[in-house]
């Protein structure tokens, strides 16, 4: 009796170690929801980098992320049904990238406790997605790529002296493009200098319009435009036949042929929205979760459109 009692308390005590085995190894798994506005090159470089940091943090960490990614392709009604699709699929976190998808984003999370992380929001206060940066409300925050017009323009001044009329190509639906138009029409106007406003609705318009403003200003600005960084390429080579030079709000937008640019690094952005993602679905509350808005502003050149522009650029070319 005595040797049945001491079998059954060493089973008793083997399965209490591999109970306590099995919750030691066991990993913590959240489900992200990622939508996307459209695919290019700005976008595409913030998703990259995001996956990669969070995948790496994840590891770090000892998380297991399932990420769901899908690409509303500049579709409004596209971008609601999947916002309501991941709220239906109870995702732990939603991360939205540009500001159309993060408008959706938050319409669709209301009434639940499931956070949103925004990237490359230009202007979260104007897009209505928070009130404070310093103190966002509800259940959403992120990274703002607000630029420095100014800075853009001074470049643009340094590079190609003597512009008196700029033209601007962006679309009128997005908030990003009109809060930054705005800001360069008031910095323009300050220094005596037109700007010519082309606006478009399409990324099929981009060429039309950029053929509309090559005669007419000796520059063309690009804003963070989604709708004309789906295009941008087209744009760039009509600038490219009179030598008109387009200065772009991101430097991935000089990669597609603009001359230059004074913008954020969209990689580290997206790194940027990584981290904040980590922290939100381990138990940091929204709030104590600020807005970040990159300063680590840099100068992109692109040497080929330089070279078939007539424009030199050694003094930034790496």
């Known amino acids: 009796m005595k040797k049945f009692i001491t079998i059954i308390l060493s089973l008793t005590l083997a399965l209490t170690v591999l109970t306590s085995c099995a919750d030691t190894n066991q990993v913590d798994t959240f489900k992200i929801g990622l939508i996307q506005l459209v ?7 913030i ?35 999947i916002c309501q ?12 990238i540009a500001t159309p ?3 959706g984003a938050a319409a669709a999370v209301q009434g639940t406790n499931i956070p949103v992380i925004f990237s490359a929001i230009t202007d979260p206060i104007a897009a209505e997605l928070v009130l404070d940066l310093d103190a966002p409300e509800g259940n959403i925050t992120g990274t703002s790529d607000a630029i420095p017009v100014d800075k853009i323009f001074d470049l643009a001044d340094e590079l190609t002296p003597g512009n008196k009329k700029y033209g601007v190509v962006y679309n009128l639906g997005e908030d990003n493009s009109v809060s930054v138009v705005k800001q360069a029409k008031e910095y323009l106007e300050s220094k005596g200098i037109e700007l010519i406003e082309s606006p478009i609705t399409s990324s099929t318009e981009a060429q039309l319009a950029a053929q509309n403003l090559v005669g007419k200003c000796d520059a063309i600005f690009v804003p963070i435009d989604n709708t004309v960084a789906n295009a941008m390429s087209i744009l760039a080579e009509e600038a490219i036949k009179t030598k008109t030079p387009v200065y772009a709000a ?9 001359l230059a640019s004074v913008g954020v690094n969209y990689t580290n952005l997206g790194k940027q929205t990584a981290d904040m993602a980590l922290k939100a679905i381990t138990g940091t509350a929204i709030k104590d979760i600020p807005v970040e808005v990159l300063k680590d502003n840099s100068v992109t050149v692109n040497t080929d459109t330089a070279t078939k522009i007539g424009v030199d650029v050694s003094k930034y070319a790496k």
């Not at 943090?57 to 899908?70: M, P, R, T």
């Not at 991101?250 to 603009?258: E, I, K, M, P, Y």
Request: net charge negative.
């Open 39 to 45: 695919e290019h090159s700005s976008l595409d470089e």
């Open 47 to 81: 998703r990259t980098a995001f996956t990669d940091q969070i995948a790496e943090s994840a590891k770090k960490n000892g998380l297991q992320i399932e990420i769901d990614y899908q690409n509303a392709q500049n579709d409004m009604t596209t971008i609601n049904t």
């Open 85 to 96: 699709k991941f709220v239906a699929d109870n995702v732990d976190l939603i991360v939205a």
């Open 101 to 103: 998808a993060a408008q």
């Open 250 to 258: 991101a430097d991935s937008l000089v990669g597609d042929g603009a």
